[in-house]
């Protein structure tokens, strides 16, 4: 086995290498950009070396400067992690070169796989079922549209080098098609620097189900079943689950067979998996093949007792699977929820920030937390937003299904926006319990899942006015002259709070009956007794025992009950300083990101609606319209610049 080994990767992925490398006595070197000088991953491995700025296409993505801190630091082999260099033939092609071994699979696997559309035809020669469509080379609009018109609408336009969702189009109809291929074209082109783009039939309500296959170098190859993914957000994955529901062992085998038939069209060796469209008629199609380990193989670990890492190292190392297909059984079900830094209810949009407080759910054998991040942590705009991933298992689904529900009501994180209330309300979803899945479960059920029940806290307000009292009280010192809690001579004590909530302000009075505390709130009063012991907060409330709690975070604090987090804070006095123009907020940076269309020049007239600035975090682009008729009067930033969120673009005069 390697002595040592070097992850060209950062953030949870790079944790997870680091721990199976250690079990194995595997030394392991980290890198790091500047942004991540203090991360887990750095801290997690036995050396770290320094490879540029924080912008990954400066560092992460810099083959030249991985490759010499292999060199440097003698390591044997690299472990390209998922996304970056990871199905980059150049890179196993410079691990090659200088004689370090590149955890994955051959360069001609890669190569072959690179590309949707020589996929495709690699698959339709190895008898693997294909979406109808069209995936050659011809690029023409008329050849391109005939095929949409022979196969009938909705179309899918996906670009051949595509990935990430971009540059992926649905067609509703034949008008639509020219002006919905121009845009695919232009997202493509941006992306991928390669416009080229294959037609598919669009399935209207499929699965995505996909096998998680292992080759080695003597010719043996299995699969380790299969992870049902369909939960998604623009095409991309939310919560995860194996084995997938609702399969019969039947379609497990034929499925099975074809990814392993997939996998050796292309003489694959490590870790591979193949993605298949699963239609409501049973008939699965194959999508494309990921040449890596992907973000969601926790769950094939948790129900298959294996160590996928483990593997990949001993394929690196020429040694043979170490198990046969007959060997491996499923046992039990897993999830895994993604906890991303976004909000989704402002359609998603990455967030960044300190984690002020975090607070994980209790780990052991069926709850698992991969992260590559610590309380206190900045969550930078330069990477992808995923925080970690919380991976449960239970005998069957209803038990791990109840097992995520639990875990992520114990996964609490205060100064950073993040999807966790999103999961929780997906996780509670009736169909989603009953396994009633298809790629459009969140369009669907949006209703349900992204209703603001977080507004109904009336109800919460006293626990809220109780714990400022508390969290006063413990931060004086015990003179009566300094204890904050309204004390008077012969007086029982009564304190006025202003709470804001949600941009609200509510006056409660609470008044310090020495065992207990009477609030009043908007003509009602209730009876409390309470106790703070950190940031729990456990109140009885008219003989009602429950539990709370509290984290710190940017404006104040945020409370945490069974199915609700929500923002609170002691009112601020007004000293009137307050800005009261927010006409401009229409001219701020939604979120951090970096200016990829500039579309306007100083002193341009634009019409009402007309896109000015588009601006790019991750995956997704948003774009700063006019709000009316006007004149462009000032542009702070230029084409490329990275800006942070609320940061004014331009300034604008209305016309
Ligand atoms: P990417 O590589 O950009 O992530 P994929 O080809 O893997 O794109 O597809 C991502 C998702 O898009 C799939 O999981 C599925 O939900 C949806 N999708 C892809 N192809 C089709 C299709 N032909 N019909 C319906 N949905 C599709």
Redesign the pocket.
């Known amino acids: 086995m390697f002595n040592k080994i070097l992850i060209a990767n950062r953030g949870e992925i790079a944790c997870r290498v680091i721990r199976t490398a250690r079990r194995l006595d595997i030394k392991t070197v980290a890198v790091y950009s500047q942004a991540d000088e203090n991360a887990l991953h750095v801290k997690k491995a036995d050396e770290a070396v320094f490879i540029g700025p924080s912008a990954s296409s400066k560092s992460y993505l810099v083959i030249d400067n991985i490759i010499a801190a292999a060199l440097k630091t003698g390591a044997e082999a690299i472990h390209p992690g998922y996304g970056f260099l990871s199905e980059n033939a150049d890179f196993a092609q410079a691990c090659a070169d200088n004689n370090l071994v590149f955890i994955g699979p051959p360069i001609s696997a890669i190569e072959s796989m690179g590309s949707?559309s020589a996929a495709k035809n690699i698959m339709q020669h190895a008898g693997v079922p294909l979406?109808p469509g069209y995936h050659g080379d011809e690029q023409s609009l008329s050849v391109l549209k005939q095929a949409a018109d022979e196969m009938g609408y909705p179309v899918?336009l996906?670009a051949v080098a595509?990935?990430?969702?971009?540059g992926?189009r649905q067609v509703w109809s034949a008008e639509d098609f020219e002006s919905e291929l121009s845009i695919a074209k232009s997202e493509a082109l941006s992306s991928f620097a390669n416009d080229d783009m294959l037609v598919?039939?669009?399935?209207t309500a499929?699965r995505?189900v996909e096998f998680q296959v292992f080759c080695d170098v003597h010719g043996n190859a299995l699969h380790i079943f299969e992870r049902d993914?369909t939960i998604?957000r623009r095409?991309?994955k939310v919560i995860e689950e194996a084995p997938a529901p609702n399969f019969s062992q039947e379609l497990r085998e034929q499925m099975g067979q074809a990814a392993i038939r997939a996998a050796q069209a292309i003489d694959y060796q490590g870790a591979g998996t193949v993605?298949f469209?699963l239609d409501e008629d049973g008939s699965f199609y194959f999508?494309?093949m990921n040449t890596r380990l992907q973000v969601e193989h926790p769950v094939t670990e948790m129900i298959s007792g294996q160590d996928l890492v483990e593997w990949q190292l001993k394929v690196a190392n020429r040694e043979p699977l170490p198990l046969k297909q007959s060997d491996l059984k499923i046992n039990g079900h897993a999830f895994e929820a993604r906890i991303y830094a976004e909000d989704p209810n402002n359609d998603f949009l990455p967030t960044s920030g300190r984690l002020i407080d975090l607070e994980e759910p209790a780990l052991n054998n069926s709850v698992r937390v991969d992260t590559g991040v610590l309380e206190g942590d900045e969550v930078s705009p330069f990477y992808d937003p995923m925080i970690s991933k919380l991976i449960v298992w239970g005998e069957n689904r209803p038990a791990a299904l109840a097992k995520l529900k639990h875990a992520l009501n114990d996964y609490k994180i205060s100064g950073i926006t993040t999807n966790i209330s999103f999961l929780k309300r997906l996780a509670a979803h009736q169909s989603f319990a009953k396994a009633e899945l298809d790629?459009g479960f969140i369009e669907h059920h949006q209703q349900s899942l992204f209703s603001k029940n977080e507004c109904n806290y009336a109800h919460l307000l006293p626990i809220m006015a109780l714990f400022l009292m508390l969290d006063r009280k413990r931060n004086c010192t015990a003179s009566v002259w300094s204890q904050g809690n309204a004390w008077r001579l012969n007086q029982s004590n009564t304190q006025i709070l202003n709470v804001t909530v949600n941009g609200n302000e509510h006056q409660i009075s609470l008044r310090d009956l020495s065992s207990q505390y009477r609030i009043n709130l908007a003509g009602k009063s209730y009876d409390l007794s309470a106790e703070l012991h950190d940031n729990k907060l456990e109140a009885v409330i008219d003989g009602h025992k429950q539990s709370f709690t509290i984290l710190n975070s940017n404006e104040g604090y945020c409370l945490f009950s069974d199915d609700q987090e929500i923002e609170f804070a002691l009112s601020r006095p007004d000293f009137g300083d307050s800005n009261s123009n927010t006409s401009l907020s229409n001219f701020k940076a939604p979120m951090n990101g970096t200016i990829v269309e500039l579309l306007v020049s100083k002193g341009d007239t634009v019409k009402q609606d007309q896109a000015l600035i588009i601006i790019e975090a991750m995956k997704m682009q948003h774009t700063i319209k006019a709000p009316s008729d006007g004149e462009i009067s000032e542009l702070f930033y230029a084409l490329g610049d990275l800006v942070d969120g609320g940061t004014e673009l331009l300034s604008f005069e209305e016309l």
Not at 162 to 166: F, L, Q, R, S
Not at 200 to 203: A, G, I, P, S, V
């Open positions: 949707k979406v899918l996906k595509g990935g990430g969702g971009k992926m598919e039939k669009y399935l499929p995505h993914c998604q095409h991309q993605e469209l999508m494309e790629t």
